[in-house]
């Protein structure tokens, strides 16, 4: 029970920290559903951990109605998570979440597919992830990352970087800028659909030429006979006034 007030201490100084327009306790206590759905998931991930898997379940469900955020009770959340608005963000049963990660509203940590055992994402410590990014399958997130709104993370994220896009690729990477210079890099499957087309247009282009330059035959050679053109001109016609006394 200790730990339980030390743990809401520490929340609530969260919120102070990264959110400038906290203005009292009173508020905090009151109006931010994410340390509520902070606070309750305490609750249910003792009850999921002693096998009180059905009470743990549903108050999990509870806490969602109330607070429109999603923390499934298996999840493993580090100290002063701070969740900022928290609309619709869901974290998966698997999913791990170390200490002063940031979640804003939206953010989706979980799976891409059926399954059994760890396939939900673990997070680092100080963590941002931005609004709408979506962070799916058993991967890591390095300390000190930073994921870009609307983003889609598929692939294991080192330390310091900063990842934007979808899907996601590093942009910074300790403090420097990662330049890409192969857009495949990107393993956007869009993108190699695209690149593909590109090819088989350039291909066809290439085929339709030879087709037309066999139908049409061989262009003739414009040849110039020096002998035929100047022979029987001379200056004085063609400058006559300059010739004139």
């Given at each position: 029970m200790i730990g339980f007030f030390k743990s809401v201490r520490e929340d609530v100084a969260a919120v102070f920290e990264n959110d400038p327009a906290a203005r009292s306790y009173l508020e905090v206590l009151f109006c931010y559903p994410g340390l509520h759905a902070v606070w309750g998931h305490h609750i249910t991930h003792w009850l999921w951990r002693h096998d009180f898997r059905f009470l743990a379940r549903f108050g999990s469900q509870v806490s969602r109605l109330l607070t429109s955020i999603e923390i499934h009770p298996g999840a493993e959340i580090g100290r002063r998570l701070f969740i900022d608005?928290?609309?619709?963000?869901?974290?998966?049963?698997?999913?791990?979440?170390?200490?002063?990660?940031?979640?804003?509203?939206?953010?989706?940590?979980?799976?891409?597919?059926?399954?059994?055992?760890?396939?939900?994402?673990?997070?680092?410590?100080?963590?941002?992830?931005?609004?709408?990014?979506?962070?799916?399958?058993?991967?890591?997130?390095?300390?000190?990352?930073?994921?870009?709104?609307?983003?889609?993370?598929?692939?294991?994220?080192?330390?310091?970087?900063?990842?934007?896009?979808?899907p996601g690729h590093i942009v910074l990477l300790n403090g420097k800028r990662v330049v890409i210079t192969d857009p495949k890099d990107i393993r956007d499957p869009l993108s190699d659909v695209i690149i593909?087309?590109?090819?088989?247009?350039?291909?066809?282009?290439?085929?339709?030429?030879?087709?037309?330059?066999?139908?049409?035959?061989?262009?003739?050679?414009?040849?110039?006979?020096?002998?035929?053109?100047?022979?029987?001109?001379?200056?004085?016609e063609l400058f006559a006034e300059d010739y004139q006394i």
């Amino acid at each position: 029970m200790i730990g339980f007030f030390k743990s809401v201490r520490e929340d609530v100084a969260a919120v102070f920290e990264n959110d400038p327009a906290a203005r009292s306790y009173l508020e905090v206590l009151f109006c931010y559903p994410g340390l509520h759905a902070v606070w309750g998931h305490h609750i249910t991930h003792w009850l999921w951990r002693h096998d009180f898997r059905f009470l743990a379940r549903f108050g999990s469900q509870v806490s969602r109605l109330l607070t429109s955020i999603e923390i499934h009770p298996g999840a493993e959340i580090g100290r002063r998570l701070f969740i900022d608005h928290g609309m619709s963000v869901v974290i998966g049963e698997t999913t791990i979440i170390g200490d002063d990660v940031t979640l804003y509203q939206g953010v989706t940590l979980g799976g891409t597919g059926k399954e059994h055992g760890k396939r939900h994402p673990t997070i680092g410590n100080r963590v941002t992830i931005g609004s709408g990014a979506k962070v799916l399958g058993n991967i890591t997130v390095g300390d000190n990352c930073r994921v870009g709104a609307g983003s889609v993370v598929l692939r294991n994220v080192p330390a310091n970087s900063t990842i934007v896009g979808v899907p996601g690729h590093i942009v910074l990477l300790n403090g420097k800028r990662v330049v890409i210079t192969d857009p495949k890099d990107i393993r956007d499957p869009l993108s190699d659909v695209i690149i593909k087309l590109a090819r088989e247009v350039h291909e066809l282009r290439l085929k339709f030429q030879e087709h037309s330059h066999e139908s049409l035959g061989a262009e003739p050679e414009l040849t110039i006979d020096d002998e035929s053109i100047g022979a029987n001109i001379v200056p004085e016609e063609l400058f006559a006034e300059d010739y004139q006394i």
